[in-house]
Nanobody, 125 residues
Framework: VQLQASGGGLVQVGGSLRLSCAVS????????MGWFRQAPGKEREFVGG????????YYGDSVKGRFTISRDNGKNTVYLQMNSLIPEDTAVYYC???????????????????WGQGTLVTVSS
């Protein structure tokens, strides 16, 4: 399985970015997806998760109301739309595929078994 994340960059406070993660090597539409992030000196943190059909979405407390996760099963791609960015959003963002098709938490790193290489988001003040 290969995951290719893109869309990171430098943005000012209050700005927006959209991250993309293209997945190959697995039947994408069968699996839930997640986004995590890791800031310098901090542990990796759950950002958002979406079920295989896209019918259910989950968010970390720090991004609720500002970030939106979505997916296009026809393009084997998951997205993370990030609005109202703040300096605390600065991190490397990772996409990941859930290990189990129909069960498991979306919030836990251990529930994901394939990860992208990460894309850096820097929010400047």
């Amino acid at each position: 399985v290969q995951l290719q994340a893109s869309g990171g960059g430098l943005v000012q406070v209050g700005g927006s970015l959209r991250l993309s993660c293209a997945v190959s090597g697995r039947t994408f539409s069968n699996y839930g997806m997640g986004w995590f992030r890791q800031a310098p000196g901090k542990e990796r943190e759950f950002v958002g998760g979406i079920t295989a059909s896209g019918g259910n979405r989950y968010y970390g407390d720090s991004v609720k109301g500002r970030f939106t996760i979505s997916r296009d099963n026809g393009k084997n791609t998951v997205y993370l739309q990030m609005n109202s960015l703040i300096p605390e959003d600065t991190a490397v963002y990772y996409c990941a595929v859930k290990a189990r098709k129909y069960s498991g938490s979306y919030y836990l790193e251990s529930e994901y078994n394939d990860w992208g290489q990460g894309t850096l988001v820097t929010v400047s003040s």
